[in-house]
């Protein structure tokens, strides 16, 4: 996943005067905002069994994102604009052990003029707390390095660590991924670590039909929270359809309330997994070893 | 009214009479085979101690074996703070001994006793274990290592062998796992072959040549297993207790909750194996038990069967079967109730207690054509009488007896069996948790 904004946050709380960091903040907090819209979804703390991989699509597009300086194709950050762009993203997830994956992203942006292009990769390994420790809650801790280019954002190594708490209580889903990130290159460097908590509230209408609200956010920097208004602030109502164990689908249209945020959003993920263990699921007729 | 509630219903006052007219029984004379409920911490591996609540402070329970045509008595203790009850799984004896309150047998009360008196019958590898609601206490009921094995001796054995061993597989530790995009099961930390871990109790030994015949029970509340034993062949005699008609040898065998086999292993490669279960991860587990041969040393080897599928119609005939008298439809459904919580299921688009009791036709021979809508497999078993498998997913088959069969997920099967044994009769899935949450119906005698 790529960083929030915690990147900005920094920028925005840093030794800046104060009428220069006003005046910044309208050009800049939305473009640098927008750049995490690559892989938008609240990790559950289940991981991906071992032998098993998963590969998931994310597709999303921005309808209301940033946009270029007046006779520029860049933003004011010299990062491309997210106003009408596609974001598709690669995400391989291999399953290591029953408590332990690692995923890979490939990120990709499309827009009017300027193509297909690749703008970074990641890894993120993570490990969870095995089900026979017998916890209440599940509970996962992944950690996401990688870079991006330059063109689409103003850090372009950074770091981030994500634990992952989840509870499944009949009907109702809940999940809370208060995340830490850190840029190691780029503008950012200096400004710390950034918060940024992902929560998500679901109800299983049907066996294949849940729905319920995602939330995303980024509060600036940890002990010195930038004021609301320049918070990423994004709420998504989405929906995920259990057609198959072996397939995840995951539907949302995003809004983003606040100056700091890309205002409309439309996401999609699709995954399939892929069992490479040659046995089936447990009690399957057509299991074997 | 859930399960529970109508068990605590119906039990209480045929318990209150029974139990009384057993109460002098006790001090007349003793019983053939004494059974204990309590509590029990059980070290499955050094190190690795589960609390259950087993028979005579063993499991399995001690092996009740029994001549065909004898009666027995049996005398059950339960010091334990909760009601129980023992069944007697796969024998044709009457419903108010069979061991389960729904058809009327008594409860045994807490700190209580009860005496069952029955002739065990029909010959064969039979067993014995608790008849109880768990719901979402999964520790109690099947869960438990409330199990052992009845083998009543037949007037002839089913096969020539020179070592007879009996094998109970069980899984401990559950819990309510699963969520996202299936509803929860039960998952286990550890199994075990007779109340041992792979490597933990004493080894099979075994002599070069010597032809072993094992008796295996899957004692699993609701694990399907699969075992196979390092590259020796299993000859495949009986199921449930009744011989097959067309005897097989095969790599692997499958044994859902309450299933039975009757192999023969034919001990022909020296060394030191592992008999256990196929899934890498259920084997670690503890699901296994060392094979050793005379004179052989070293760590036990496991050598992976290759894919096997369990096609129950390898052991039947082909040929049809018997018409049916009676065709008794069931079709079964789960309900949903949500990705954190088990699934609800109906036959007939009813829940138990509220499921319909259908009447039997004395003499007739019934054929239960069932449909399977659901994503699951089903363990059927119908008490007080063993069941002739007559269609399997729309293949007729003919011979093959059994008193539980798996119904495969979106699959049909049917099975014909004659009411010749008078009595309310209970038929439900033999997963516990799929019959706690609604998979049971009764039957009665018109």
């Given amino acids: ?289 | 009214m859930n399960r529970r509630d109508f068990l605590t219903g119906c039990t209480a006052l045929s318990a209150a009479s029974v139990l009384h007219s057993h109460a002098n029984l006790w001090a007349q004379q003793m019983a053939d085979v004494t059974l204990t409920i309590a509590p029990l911490d059980l070290e499955i591996a050094p190190g690795k101690t589960v609390h259950t609540i087993a028979y005579n402070g063993s499991v399995p329970g001690p092996l009740i074996r029994w001549p065909e045509g004898e009666p027995i008595t049996i005398d059950v203790l339960n010091q334990t703070d909760a009601p129980e009850i023992v069944h007697w799984h796969g024998l044709w004896i009457p419903s108010n001994v069979d061991g389960a309150s729904e058809e009327g047998s008594p409860m045994i009360p807490p700190h209580g006793r009860l005496r069952y008196s029955f002739t065990p019958r029909p010959s064969g590898f039979r067993w014995y274990h608790t008849h109880t609601y768990a719901g979402h206490n999964l520790k109690r009921a099947t869960y438990t290592g409330q199990f052992g094995c009845f083998y009543i001796d037949p007037k002839e054995n089913a096969g020539s062998y020179d070592q007879e061993i009996f094998l109970a597989l069980h899984d401990w530790n559950p819990y309510m796992s699963g969520g996202g995009d299936a509803s929860m099961d039960v998952s286990y930390d550890f199994g075990s072959i007779n109340g041992k871990m792979l490597g933990a109790g004493e080894p099979l030994r075994v002599k070069e040549g010597q032809r072993v015949l094992i008796h295996i029970l899957n004692a699993s509340a609701t694990l399907t297993h699969w075992l196979a034993c390092s590259g020796h062949e299993m000859q495949v005699l009986a199921m449930d207790g009744n011989p097959v008609p067309i005897r097989k040898n095969v790599q692997a065998v499958r044994l859902a909750p309450a299933e039975r086999i009757d192999v023969v292993i034919e001990m022909k490669q020296p060394g030191v194996w592992v008999l256990g279960e196929t899934r890498d991860d259920l084997r670690k587990a503890g699901m296994g038990v060392v094979v050793e041969y005379a004179n052989q040393q070293g760590e036990p080897r496991w050598i992976a069967p290759p894919e096997t599928l369990w096609d129950y119609t390898q052991f039947a005939r082909s040929q049809k079967a018997a018409e049916s008298d009676v065709r008794i439809p069931l079709v079964f459904r789960s309900k949903f109730t949500g990705h954190g919580d088990f699934d609800h299921w109906m036959i007939n688009g009813k829940s138990f207690p509220k499921t319909d009791t259908i009447a039997l036709q004395p003499g007739k021979r019934h054929r239960l054509v069932m449909q399977n809508e659901s994503t699951d497999d089903h363990p059927i078993h119908l008490h007080r009488h063993t069941f002739e498998v007559t269609n399997l997913d729309g293949v007729p088959v003919s011979g093959l007896i059994k008193d539980v069969l798996v119904v495969k997920a979106k699959s049909t099967a049917e099975v014909d069996f004659t009411a010749s044994n008078p009595g309310m009769t209970l038929f439900h899935c033999h997963q516990q948790s799929h019959m706690d949450f609604g998979f049971m119906m009764l039957f009665r005698y018109a």
């Fill in chain 1, 1 to 289: 996943m790529l960083p929030k904004t915690l990147l900005l946050r920094r920028k925005e709380s840093s030794a800046f005067g104060v009428i220069f960091l006003l005046l910044c903040l309208l050009v800049l907090v939305r473009p640098l905002a927008a750049q995490d819209n690559y892989e938008i979804q609240v990790y559950g703390s289940d991981t991906v069994a071992p032998k098993t991989t998963m590969l998931e699509l994310h597709s999303n597009f921005t309808v209301d994102g940033s946009k270029p300086l007046p006779g520029s194709v860049y933003t004011a950050d010299g990062t491309y604009p997210t106003n009408h762009a596609e974001h598709e993203t690669i995400e391989i997830t291999q399953g290591l052990t029953n408590w332990s994956e690692v995923g890979f992203y490939i990120f990709t942006s499309s827009r009017s003029g300027q193509g297909i292009q690749w703008v970074g990769d990641h890894i993120r390994p993570r490990v969870r707390v095995p089900d026979s420790w017998h916890w209440p809650v599940g509970v996962s801790l992944s950690t996401e390095i990688g870079y991006q280019r330059r063109d689409f954002s103003t850090d372009t190594w950074t770091w981030e660590i994500r634990p992952i708490i989840d509870k499944q209580i009949g009907r109702w889903y809940f999940a809370v991924n208060p995340a830490l990130e850190r840029s190691f290159h780029g503008e950012s460097v200096s400004q710390g670590v950034g918060f940024s908590p992902n929560a998500k509230i679901s109800y299983d209408f049907t066996k294949v039909i849940t729905g319920g609200l995602e939330y995303y956010a980024s509060y600036g920097r940890l002990g010195d929270f930038d004021d609301l208004h320049n918070q990423q602030q994004q709420f998504f109502p989405a929906i995920d359809l259990n057609v198959s164990p072996n397939w995840e689908i995951n539907f949302g249209v995003g809004v983003g309330p606040t100056a700091g945020t890309d205002h409309l959003i439309v996401k999609a993920i699709i995954g399939r997994r892929f069992d490479w263990s040659g046995h089936h699921e447990r009690g399957s007729s057509l299991s074997t070893q």
